[in-house]
T-cell receptor
Framework: AQSVTQLDSHVSVSEGTPVLLRCNYSSSYSPSLFWYVQHPNKGLQLLLKYTSAATLVKGINGFEAEFKKSETSFHLTKPSAHMSDAAEYFCVVSDAGTASKLTFGTGTRLQVTL | AGVTQSPTHLIKTRGQQVTLSCSPISGHRSVSWYQQTPGQGLQFLFEYFSETQRNKGNFPGRFSGRQFSNSRSEMNVSTLELGDSALYLC???????????FGPGTRLTVL
């Protein structure tokens, strides 16, 4: 079975500094991986997805992630944090043959301070 | 318009049953349901495509769902328990291989 592990439950950065949210995956096949963001009292929004094309994936709002098969990692990065980035971030893997059955990581809460 | 869910909030008592509704983005044929709780996080409930359940998560039989010919979906929880209190999220996608778009959720409180 596939799974994802988010290595940090909470990350705090200063505004303007880089963001790194770490995710490792486990899958018996070539996975489809996603990052979703959830702002307080709002639904989940797709940031980016990896589906075996380019290993460096660019998403919305300046976020990007790199798929590293040798390290089974899919870390999310952003060069410069903004206050509006404060939210819960989920690393997600989909089941084989469908992107409609998602397995979520436990989430990383990103705090951005002045 | 995005994925819409109704109602937004719901309060029920133990033993009752509840039906939640989800309207997917126009043209989307795949609908999935997820439960979000502080303790268990986000967990997959079911996936529907073309009115057929394609996948089911590890939930008891009290949780059921269906999809209509217009792709709208409902989920039902019978004999509610306190532990069913959660945010229930619906997601739709164009097809089973496309990324999902989530609705705002229905907040269910069981007293």
């Amino acid at each position: 079975a596939q799974s994802v592990t988010q290595l940090d439950s909470h990350v705090s950065v200063s505004e303007g500094t880089p963001v790194l949210l770490r995710c490792n995956y486990s899958s018996s096949y070539s996975p489809s991986l996603f990052w979703y963001v959830q702002h307080p009292n709002k639904g989940l929004q797709l940031l980016l997805k990896y589906t075996s094309a380019a290993t460096l994936v660019k998403g919305i709002n300046g976020f990007e992630a790199e798929f590293k098969k040798s390290e089974t990692s899919f870390h999310l990065t952003k060069p410069s944090a903004h206050m509006s980035d404060a939210a819960e971030y989920f690393c997600v893997v989909s089941d084989a043959g469908t992107a409609s059955k998602l397995t979520f990581g436990t989430g990383t809460r990103l705090q951005v301070t002045l | 318009a995005g994925v819409t869910q109704s109602p937004t909030h719901l309060i029920k008592t133990r033993g009752q049953q509840v039906t939640l509704s989800c309207s997917p983005i126009s043209g989307h044929r795949s609908v999935s349901w997820y439960q979000q709780t502080p303790g268990q996080g986000l967990q997959f409930l079911f996936e529907y495509f073309s009115e057929t359940q394609r996948n089911k998560g590890n939930f008891p039989g009290r949780f059921s769902g269906r999809q209509f010919s217009n792709s709208r979906s409902e989920m039902n929880v019978s004999t509610l328990e306190l532990g069913d209190s959660a945010l229930y999220l619906c997601a739709s996608s164009l097809h089973r291989l496309n990324e999902q778009f989530f609705g705002p959720g229905t907040r269910l409180t069981v007293l």
